[in-house]
């Protein structure tokens, strides 16, 4: 039964340079020490091994930053989130950052199911042509399919990678080339992330960094 006390809330966070290589368990442990030592009424799970209830809408992969990340935390009493946001401020390790806190509805459906999209700034450091470069970014856009292959679990998968790509451009800047946008599917009607399509751009094998700068709900 659901205990009309409870509240739930949504944290929007960056995690920045400091932390960009750890793995989403430690990123999830970070959170658990942070809410522990602010004194975060976590409401937490029943059984031998007691979790706290929280939920992230999408794993970051190792070596991402990101501006714009999701998690939602069930709290066994109300907190205000400029409280909440205060008391983080201090507790967070260098690398998190909340970004916004807003109270969401108890009945919603998990924050994970809801992610529809994520968005990315991709920093490509290439030297070629701006106009080749262009021109393969139009030829991706303008394909009815794009074949691919990925390996998981030891064994080889084909899947289109054209309908997982729902915008592409080439934005000013980028640091010793150019500088990518990329909105992609993300969630149970598939994923891609922006190495595969680097790959498809044929950029495969050259130097990268990735921000997820949105999730799309």
Not at 164 to 188: F, I
Request: proline content about 6%.
């Amino acid at each position: 039964m659901m205990r009309m006390n409870r509240q739930r809330l949504r944290i929007t966070f960056a995690r920045g340079e400091a932390i960009k290589y750890i793995s989403h368990l430690d990123l999830a442990r970070a959170w658990e020490r942070a809410f522990r030592r602010a004194g975060v009424p976590l409401a937490y799970s029943q059984g031998f091994n007691p979790r706290p209830k929280m939920a992230f809408a999408a794993a970051l992969p190792v070596g991402y930053t990101a501006t714009a990340e999701m998690v939602d935390i069930l709290l066994e009493k109300p907190l205000a989130p400029l409280d909440l946001a205060r008391r983080l401020a201090v507790a967070l390790p260098p690398g998190l950052q909340v970004v916004s806190i807003e109270e969401v509805d108890l009945k919603l459906p998990a924050l994970q199911s809801q992610v529809r999209a994520a968005e990315y700034r991709v920093n490509v450091v290439w030297t070629g042509d701006r106009a080749d470069l262009e021109a393969r970014i139009a030829a991706l856009l303008a394909a009815s399919t794009l074949p691919r292959e990925r390996v998981r679990k030891g064994r080889r998968r084909q899947y289109d990678l054209r309908p997982l790509v729902e915008d592409l451009k080439l934005e000013d800047g980028g640091v010793g080339g150019y500088r990518l946008w990329m909105r992609l599917r993300h969630g149970a009607g598939g994923t891609a992330r922006p190495e595969n399509v680097l790959d498809a751009l044929g950029l495969a094998d050259v130097p990268f960094s990735v921000e997820r700068t949105g999730l799309r709900v």
